[in-house]
């Protein structure tokens, strides 16, 4: 997992991320991409799963928003 959706969405940075699943959509000026994770904590144990949405407007001035769903 990037370091900054662990600093942005304040995720614990000892905890293991695994990536499950990924995929883009663009619509109404917006390209987004959606990231699915798996999140296990430093014994190992699955705490939870969650999705990860990184939006960026296509249109002048480009806009960034990460957060999780």
Do not use: W
């Not at 695994?18 to 663009?26: A, D, F, H, L």
């Not at 959606?34 to 969650?50: A, I, S």
Request: proline content about 4%; hydrophobic content about 25%.
């Amino acid at each position: 997992m990037d370091q900054e959706y662990i600093d942005v969405l304040r995720l614990n940075p000892n905890h293991r991320f695994e990536q499950v699943s990924t995929r883009s959509e663009n619509r109404k000026g917006h390209d987004t991409d959606f990231y699915e994770y798996r999140e296990y904590d430093q014994d190992g144990n699955l705490v939870g799963t969650f999705t990860i949405a990184d939006s960026m407007c296509i249109y002048p001035p480009q806009k960034r928003t990460i957060r999780r769903l």
